[in-house]
């Protein structure tokens, strides 16, 4: 088990420090966000417990520049209020700085619900894994910003 620290609210985004990474990400309404870290194609989920002001964040040391990241977060499924959340569905950080690689469409359905022609199409949740098909989030050498 990975070794996670509370960490800072603020700023949002991945951010390095030369011994660990601050990560940080808003959600109102998520009941559980996770961390999903990426080597060698293998997914480690570290859950972030620390929230403020509807920022989940954690701090992960000895975590640095090219590591691969991505999140997995939990909430209601209700489209009727705009909640389409979903854990089958790995979700890039809206604050990264850098994304490594393209959408793989063939790989994976990368939306939270299962696609058809009908006019409610989004009211069943997919629960298909789409690890594979998305790109992921890279923690890079702030020198490089």
Known sequence: MRELWPGDPFPLGATWDGG???????SEHATKVELCLFDDGEEERVELTERTAFNWHGYVPLIGPGQRYG???HGPYDPARGHRFNPCKLLLDPYAKSIEGPILFDAGNVLPYVPTVEEDADLEPDDEDDADAIPKCVVIDPRFD
């Open 20 to 26: 660990g990474t601050n990560f940080s990400i808003f």
């Open 71 to 73: 999140y997995r977060v």
